[in-house]
């Protein structure tokens, strides 16, 4: 996994701020506080991520291509456009649909 931070008071457009890299994922940082984090992400093959449960809140909105985005073993595909929310402390994983491009923001709950 590759991560590099985005420049500040710079114009972007979003989709083209970081490139597909072979056989792993890519992360560019946006904006990272000690409440959260904002992130583009590249996935560039097949198979799962792996199952996780987080104590953050995350929001995913697909960029470029789609996902099955699973959350608590219910399966949703998510195309791009179309984003979702996925609950802290709920299991989740990642199962691409050929490469894609998402951006990532989680934030610290309450709980």
Same mark, same amino acid.
């Not at 710079?10 to 890519?26: A, D, F, M, Q, R």
């Not at 560019?28 to 104590?55: P, Q």
């Not at 929310?85 to 610290?108: D, E, S, W």
């Given at each position: 996994?590759?991560?590099?931070?985005?420049?500040?008071?710079?114009?972007?457009?979003? &989709?083209? !701020? =970081? %490139?597909?890299?072979?056989?792993?994922?890519?992360?560019?940082?946006?904006?990272?506080?000690?409440? /959260?984090?904002?992130?583009?992400?590249?996935?560039?093959?097949?198979?799962?991520?792996?199952?996780?449960?987080?104590?953050?809140?995350?929001? &995913?909105? !697909? =960029? %470029?291509?789609?996902?099955?985005?699973?959350?608590?073993?219910?399966?949703?595909?998510?195309?791009? /456009?179309?984003?979702?929310?996925?609950?802290?402390?709920?299991?989740?994983?990642?199962?691409?649909?050929?490469?894609?491009?998402?951006?990532?923001?989680? !934030?610290?709950?309450?709980?």
């Amino acid at each position: 996994m590759i991560n590099t931070e985005l420049l500040q008071s710079k114009s972007n457009i979003t &989709v083209e !701020i =970081i %490139e597909y890299i072979p056989e792993t994922l890519g992360v560019k940082t946006i904006l990272k506080k000690s409440t /959260g984090k904002f992130s583009v992400t590249t996935v560039n093959s097949g198979g799962m991520l792996t199952e996780r449960t987080t104590s953050l809140d995350t929001y &995913v909105m !697909i =960029i %470029e291509g789609k996902a099955d985005i699973v959350i608590d073993g219910e399966s949703n595909l998510i195309v791009c /456009g179309q984003s979702i929310v996925i609950p802290a402390h709920i299991p989740h994983f990642v199962k691409p649909n050929g490469r894609f491009k998402m951006i990532l923001a989680v !934030i610290k709950t309450d709980q």
